[in-house]
């Protein structure tokens, strides 16, 4: 008999999205506008060749980790080539984790709520998900410490800065307190990391593999760069590392070499960090622009997050809502948003929802709000 | 505690290829001279856009899946856009397989000797693996309700077309078999498909899938166009594709947007089948340079394949020898092979070897044949 798997959330999510009509707050999307078609089709004309076409390592590419590791080094992360295994985007990354440290049966610790991608896929492997708590600073040490006393998790996952869905960001405190509590119990953590250079405000947060030895940290190129390719890379201890690479082959041989080339050529012909710049002052102003129309979007007694970065706002309404029930409301006037009740490991919240604030100009975040305010 | 998994055979294999002055009758690599380097970076130009360089639906390029659906239904399995999931090489197809249909301790019946990584792929999953015997006919039917009655397999496993590693193709007459066979067991078979349209002789066999409903259909674009893209795809009744686009998601969201824009550009620009001829003619010559050379390199006794088509030619030595201690030797004399044991799922026979003629000219394997000759 096959087994059964409930139909995917983020599935059922694109699909609002497709209507022309529609002002999308639902997606996690990137700007398309903002992706540098010129610059990438050039780099993938340099880098069609015999040896891009050709089957290659399943570590990835050797110029792209280099250019890579030199990334994190610049960012505070100390990483060689050695370290870096390329992931056919971060997504797979999960998947290889979980298929490379999870027993069916074994736990996970996840922030809640918390990227339901991630709970699908710990779903998938047969693990149980237990949530621990956090704030406005993030997953809170003491719950955690609570919970693997309890639980005795296998892996912990979770996405310290501009967390999604609640745009949050872990304290530096709390990310020396994890990481010691991970050492201690040598629990596995997951930093999930695809928005961190994605900052509007402040300054940047150490990573939290910068902490420890028990980290395994996930960037991505899918929202400095564009999705489309299918991008990720983690960074990992060995022998992990090993053992992940022996699962990643069995998983797809390896990532397309023409898209690992074609960044390659892309990183070292480019400014990445001018890039980013650029989309940064565009999503700083829409977030901006967001979070203006809030408070006469939402009704009264409503409660949201204010992200540093990243692209999400999280909204939890008061009284006995269903955000649900209130997206067909939505819809029905042209306008989306993800409830929340997904992003919960057990218990949802339903008055909880999510607001992207990436892929809309201003102008449209403020007829989106409006529409959006018809709803409530 | 991490899962602990043996290192990946393929893996070790792929690193016996890369010293320069190696003649590598080891890979299972297409020649990368016959690439179409300038027909992709062509369409690779035209393909990447604001819409390839976004997130992207699960089951695929709407474009490719038709323009594959077209082939396949030329080729004569009638298949239609909804059949089929794009996947990233056709190793991913086996792992989403594996994922769907298997849960921990299931059987999984293969015909012996075959494809080492989708042993692995079986392994990870927790399945036990039995074989099925065959000669060169390939799978004996017989033998396979004989293993069906006793081991209650949930999937078959089999490349009929040219098989890896023996180069064996299964007749009209055990496919009907087979497929009458799944149905009255409830079996799936998984027929794995890369190198059917790599003919050099003889009449088409119809597919596996065209005789019966249980059947999935894996074929790739690795072998007739090139295997850097990673692109493969899958055909499989509802509800099953239902459940493998779900951990398909998980897996890597979908397979590169780029790449399958590029290859649906590819294929509606260029007349892929006489690209596929060109493939043909050369691998025929290099196919018969190494029949041609083999009376004159092994061991009075040595018994081999005779391909229809595809890469490989699969050799039984005579006696008590261990090709792996061969390997030593030949690879001392710059030539390589691929010792045959890691191929079977119980039981190796130490006596065989596997020879890929695809990557070297007809000068190189005599060249290549001579040294193989003085290592035996």
């Known amino acids: 008999m096959p087994r059964t798997f409930s139909s995917s959330p983020v599935r059922d999510l694109l699909a609002l999205t497709a209507r022309p009509e ?12 903002l992706f540098d078609v010129e610059g990438l089709r050039e780099a993938f004309g340099r880098a069609v060749s015999r040896r891009s076409l050709q089957y290659a390592p399943t570590e990835g590419d050797p110029d792209l980790r280099a250019l890579v590791a030199a990334r994190l080094t610049a960012r505070g992360l100390p990483t060689a080539t ?31 709520p ?22 406005e600073r993030g997953m809170d040490p003491d719950a955690l410490a609570e919970v693997v006393e309890r639980e005795r998790p296998e892996l912990l996952y979770l996405v310290p800065t501009f967390a999604n869905p609640t745009g949050r960001t872990l304290d530096e405190t709390r990310r020396r307190a994890i990481a010691a509590l991970a050492e201690r119990h040598g629990l596995w953590v997951v930093e999930d990391d ?51 690479v022996v699962v990643k082959q069995a998983a797809d041989l390896h ?71 209130l997206l067909r409301e939505a819809l029905a006037r042209d306008v989306a948003f993800v409830p929340g009740a997904s992003f919960y490991a057990t218990t949802p919240d339903h008055s909880t929802l999510r607001l992207s604030f990436t892929t809309a100009t201003p102008a449209e975040i403020a007829e989106g709000m409006r529409r959006l305010a018809s709803a409530f």
Do not use: N
């Open 22 to 33: 529609v002002i999308s707050f639902a997606g996690g999307l990137p700007a398309p506008e």
């Open 114 to 135: 918390t990227y339901l991608a991630a709970l699908q896929c710990f779903r998938l492997a047969g693990a149980r998900v237990v949530p621990v708590a956090g704030d």
């Open 194 to 244: 695809p928005y961190g250079e994605l900052r509007y405000r402040g300054e940047p947060v150490p990573a939290l593999a910068s902490f420890g030895e028990r980290v395994l940290h996930l960037g991505s190129f899918s929202k400095v760069g564009a999705p489309g390719l299918r991008l990720g890379w983690l960074r990992a201890p060995e022998p992990i590392l090993r053992t992940l």
């Open 255 to 325: 990532t397309s070499a023409v898209d690992q080339a074609a960044a390659a050529v892309y990183l070292a012909a480019h400014d990445l960090d001018a890039h980013v710049a650029r989309l940064c002052a565009t999503y700083r102003e829409r977030r901006d622009a967001m979070l203006a129309a809030l408070p006469d979007t939402v009704p009264a007694g409503t409660t949201w997050t204010d992200p540093d970065g990243g692209m999400f706002v999280w909204l939890t309404l008061p009284g006995e809502v269903d955000t649900a029930v």
């Open 82 to 112: 050695g370290d870096l295994l390329v992931t056919t985007g971060s997504q797979q990354a999960l998947t290889l984790i979980a298929t490379a440290l999870l027993e069916p049966g074994a736990v996970v610790a996840v922030e809640e």
